[in-house]
């Protein structure tokens, strides 16, 4: 129960849906671009940064702006016809992100609230994540085994959520942590 823009962590990782009007900022998204002086505003362009599901972007912040010493962004694509099985393809990419950025202790946000998309439950959308996230740790660990990938930085993930949807991010994490590999 923490917000991204206050994370003491070597990466912070949050998503974004596609750059548009009417896809406005809320919550820590609104506090992670004040403290990055409307840095989020001015890469959210149709022709910067989209967006696109699954686009990722990396931000080094200026010292002592946010707790987080590097950002990862990730695109969740249109918000009008958002699924909670979106977040499959997310947890996927933060598992191989921050492997391949060395980071053995990342921290995730979904910030689909904080992106004004409400109608899902948090426990739903971590499910999901987790599930993306778990699928892409049992592929890099065989080809790990199978002597075609390096060894694996990832150590742990704290997944944020706000005090009042901790309890069902909690059920939903714990719930796809209960089911046995496919």
């Given at each position: 129960m923490q917000s991204p823009a206050e994370?003491?962590?070597e990466l912070q990782i949050f998503c974004l849906f596609a750059s548009t009007?009417?896809?406005?900022?809320?919550?820590?998204?609104?506090e992670i671009n004040e403290k990055l002086k409307g840095l989020l505003d001015k890469i959210?362009?149709?022709?910067?940064f989209r967006g696109e599901?699954?686009?990722?972007?990396?931000i080094d912040p200026p010292a002592g702006s946010l707790g987080a010493r590097r950002l990862l962004v990730i695109g969740l694509g249109d918000s009008a016809n958002f699924t909670?099985?979106?977040l499959e393809l997310v947890g996927s990419i933060v598992y191989r992100e921050s492997n391949r950025l060395g980071v053995a202790h990342p921290f995730f946000a979904?910030?689909?609230?904080d992106g004004g998309v409400t109608g899902f439950?948090?426990?739903?959308?971590?499910?999901h994540f987790y599930a993306g996230f778990l699928r892409a740790a049992r592929t890099e660990r065989l080809l790990e085994k199978n002597g075609v990938s390096t060894s694996q930085v990832l150590q742990d993930l704290s997944f944020l959520a706000g005090p009042t949807?901790?309890?069902d991010t909690q059920k939903g994490l714990e719930a796809e942590a209960a089911k046995p590999p496919n």
């Open positions: 994370t003491d962590t009007p009417e896809n406005t900022l809320h919550g820590s998204l609104v959210r362009k149709p022709e910067l599901l699954g686009k990722t972007i990396v909670p099985q979106r979904p910030t689909i609230l439950n948090t426990g739903e959308v971590a499910q949807h901790a309890a």
